[in-house]
């Protein structure tokens, strides 16, 4: 049976770049891997990992796209491939559940599991709820620790203003353990 994977992890944890692996992985056998990302998603029309390797989007999923719907139609894939999978809705998310599911075609979702207030997005509380297999990528907060959270910062100072999404403006983030969230940013969303 095919499974829903959710891999989450905090900026710079190396999702992009394992999805771009993973995806080059499938293509070398010569199976059909099938990327997708949503609209949502703007700071690039590829899967684009900050070390520099990228990979072309086949599909991008707006709000009201039913995305099992689209996958079976392009002739379907070998496996589904998902980048910042946050962006999700729930119901696209209980799509890729059913892909998994009832079409038999791994469907691997890569995210952010909570934004800059520690607050879940949609897609990810709901693929924490449905995935088979949950997986932490880890990367290190700035005093060497794990880093867990996304602070976000404007112009340099860290802040808890603003929309889930920055789609605009002088928006910059930081992945921070949980002692360097809090006295940086003071408090828990």
Do not use: W
């Given at each position: 049976?095919?499974?829903?994977?959710?891999?989450?992890?905090?900026?710079?944890?190396?999702?992009?770049?394992?999805?771009?692996?993973?995806?080059?992985?499938?293509?070398?056998?010569?199976?059909?891997?099938?990327?997708?990302?949503?609209?949502?998603?703007?700071?690039s029309p590829e899967v684009l990992s900050r070390i520099g390797v990228?990979?072309?989007?086949?599909?991008?999923?707006?709000?009201?796209?039913?995305?099992?719907?689209?996958?079976?139609?392009?002739?379907?894939?070998?496996?589904?491939?998902?980048?910042?999978?946050?962006?999700?809705?729930?119901?696209?998310?209980?799509?890729?559940?059913?892909?998994?599911?009832?079409?038999?075609?791994?469907?691997?979702?890569?995210?952010?599991?909570?934004?800059?207030?520690?607050?879940?997005?949609?897609?990810?509380?709901?693929?924490?709820?449905?995935?088979?297999?949950?997986?932490?990528?880890?990367?290190?907060?700035?005093?060497?620790?794990?880093?867990?959270?996304?602070?976000?910062?404007?112009?340099?100072?860290?802040?808890?203003?603003?929309?889930?999404?920055?789609?605009?403006?002088?928006?910059?983030?930081?992945?921070?353990?949980?002692?360097?969230?809090?006295?940086?940013?003071?408090?828990?969303?």
């Amino acid at each position: 049976m095919a499974k829903l994977y959710f891999r989450y992890g905090a900026m710079n944890s190396g999702k992009s770049t394992a999805l771009v692996q993973v995806a080059h992985n499938y293509r070398e056998r010569g199976q059909r891997v099938l990327v997708v990302k949503p609209a949502l998603d703007t700071k690039s029309p590829e899967v684009l990992s900050r070390i520099g390797v990228a990979r072309e989007v086949d599909l991008v999923l707006e709000d009201d796209l039913p995305v099992r719907d689209v996958v079976l139609d392009s002739g379907g894939a070998d496996c589904v491939l998902v980048d910042e999978a946050q962006f999700l809705t729930a119901a696209q998310v209980e799509d890729l559940f059913r892909i998994a599911v009832l079409d038999g075609i791994p469907v691997i979702a890569y995210g952010l599991r909570s934004d800059f207030r520690t607050r879940g997005f949609p897609g990810s509380l709901r693929l924490m709820e449905l995935a088979h297999s949950i997986e932490e990528l880890k990367t290190i907060c700035r005093c060497g620790r794990k880093a867990t959270f996304n602070a976000r910062t404007v112009d340099g100072d860290f802040t808890q203003d603003g929309s889930q999404v920055a789609i605009e403006g002088e928006v910059g983030y930081e992945s921070m353990c949980g002692t360097c969230y809090l006295t940086k940013v003071g408090t828990l969303g």
